[in-house]
């Protein structure tokens, strides 16, 4: 299971840097159709798969991490909660880019916000690659991966 946590972490990074490289475009050189459909494709991946992805951490992994250690957990959860409400606001902004295309401050906002957002989640993956997941490495025996594994499905 941790192979697949790691696997959907790399797809994300993909598409925070699209992201990034997108919502820059547009603050730089003006709205262009190509630049919004590929925010438009970050923004859906993250509201599907990065979903799935911390409900699988928060109800699969966690509960069994949790048995041996708790502080880490915290800190995802945390990270999460704030990563869902950050995520609100950068769809917002995308949004108000799209009605008002002409506007260099709408522009200018989404991409800071973007910027912002990719950061955070930047940040989480890192902190998951190289401080949890190693615990769960540690911790977890073969069973409780299994058990994992199971509740992830």
Do not use: C, W
């Amino acid at each position: 299971p941790i192979a697949q946590l790691m696997q959907e972490h790399d797809e994300a990074l993909l598409k925070l840097a699209m992201l990034n490289k997108a919502t820059r475009s547009i603050s730089e050189n003006g709205f262009s159709d190509e630049a919004y459909a590929r925010i438009l494709l970050a923004l859906e991946f993250i509201e599907d798969e990065v979903g799935v992805h911390n409900k699988s951490e928060e109800d699969a992994l966690f509960p069994v991490l949790e048995r041996y250690v708790e502080g880490p957990t915290q800190l995802m959860r945390q990270d999460h909660k704030i990563l869902k409400k950050e995520f609100v606001r950068l769809h917002k902004a995308v949004t108000k880019v799209g009605k008002k295309r002409t506007s260099k401050t709408a522009a200018d906002e989404l991409y800071v916000i973007a910027k912002h957002i990719v950061q955070l989640f930047v940040n989480h993956i890192h902190k998951e690659n190289h401080i949890l997941f190693p615990l769960v490495q540690k911790f977890l025996t073969k069973d409780a991966l299994r058990e994992v594994a199971r509740r992830m499905v």
